[in-house]
């Protein structure tokens, strides 16, 4: 055998050893350092020319269809879709296959910002957004931005379609893209000003003690209609409202000072009880009676 000749493996026939019928493509080497009874016969030499033969063809014709394909728009990144009629070209051999993911490969990655260029369009924003500029954004981006910030205000807490605007208008956001993603939000319920307007009334009653006419003008500079509200507030009435007056009362006349001064305690109860919405009538009532219940009829 010649000085570098190399045999990886024979593929053998019936027998192996000096009967193989032929050699395996692995071989390397030169055909005329193969030994006698490795040597392809002249069959195998013409079937192996002919393969060689059919994927030049093949290749051709690959190259040939990536020229006559239409050019992308410069810029472009949308993707072509083949017909279904047309089935994806199979690589030809392993060396082929080898060939196009060596492309890939060596193909240069799209080039990514610096951390300069990144930092220098932060400044650009900011400096636009504190200049009064709007964002230069396309409609489908700005329908985005403003799903995230629906989403991020709802994750806090429940809010009005009127508080929702607000705040996307408070981002520059274009008043018919903020309608838009509202509207859409309100179809699938996540946007809800009756659901609203009910869990407010029940949580200021009951966290702030509020009387029904602090509540409704909450409402209203939330957005709130009269009708929507007024609905809501029915979950309180005339007697649960004045109970809760009661409560409030008592609270304040626990410590002795209040005793001391009957008017003046009458005056302090009775402005906590108005800034809180209840009626004069009513809030001057409840107190006189707590107080006389807490101290006795001095006068």
Not at 127 to 153: M, N
Not at 194 to 207: I, P, Q
Not at 220 to 247: C, F, H, P, S, Y
Request: aromatic letters at 4%; a neutral charge.
């Amino acid at each position: 055998m010649a000085s570098g000749f190399q045999r990886r493996s024979v593929r053998p026939g019936k027998n192996s050893g000096s009967d193989a019928t032929s050699v395996s493509k692995e071989f390397q080497g030169d055909l005329e350092d193969m030994p006698d009874w490795a040597r392809p016969s002249p069959e195998e030499l013409e079937a192996q020319a002919a393969e060689e033969l059919a994927k030049r063809d093949r290749a051709t014709q690959r190259a040939s269809q990536r020229a006559a394909a239409p050019a992308m728009p410069a810029g472009s990144t949308s993707r072509t879709i083949a017909s279904f009629s047309e089935q994806p070209a199979k690589p030809g051999s392993i060396e082929e296959l080898r060939a196009a993911m060596e492309q890939i490969v060596a193909a240069p990655a799209p080039a990514k910002p610096s951390k300069q260029e990144r930092r220098e369009a932060r400044e650009a924003r900011k400096a636009a957004r504190q200049a009064g500029e709007p964002e230069e954004l396309s409609d489908d981006h700005w329908r985005e931005k403003a799903r995230g910030i629906l989403l991020r205000q709802l994750t806090a807490s429940d809010k009005t379609a009127k508080q929702l605007k607000d705040k996307l208008l408070e981002n520059e956001c274009p008043e018919n893209i903020a309608d838009e993603v509202i509207d859409r939000y309100a179809e699938i319920n996540l946007v809800d000003d009756e659901r609203f307007a009910k869990s407010w009334v029940v949580a200021r009653a009951r966290s702030r003690g509020l009387a029904r006419g602090a509540i409704k003008r909450e409402l209203r500079t939330k957005g709130v209609d009269d009708e929507q509200a007024a609905e809501a507030l029915e979950q309180i009435d005339d007697e649960a409202e004045e109970q809760r007056a009661r409560e409030l009362v008592r609270a304040k006349l626990r410590p002795e000072s209040m005793g001391a001064d009957r008017d003046k305690a009458l005056r302090r109860l009775v402005g906590m009880l108005g800034r809180k919405g209840y009626n004069g009538g009513m809030a001057f009532r409840v107190a006189r009676e707590e107080w006389e219940e807490r101290f006795g009829n001095r006068y």
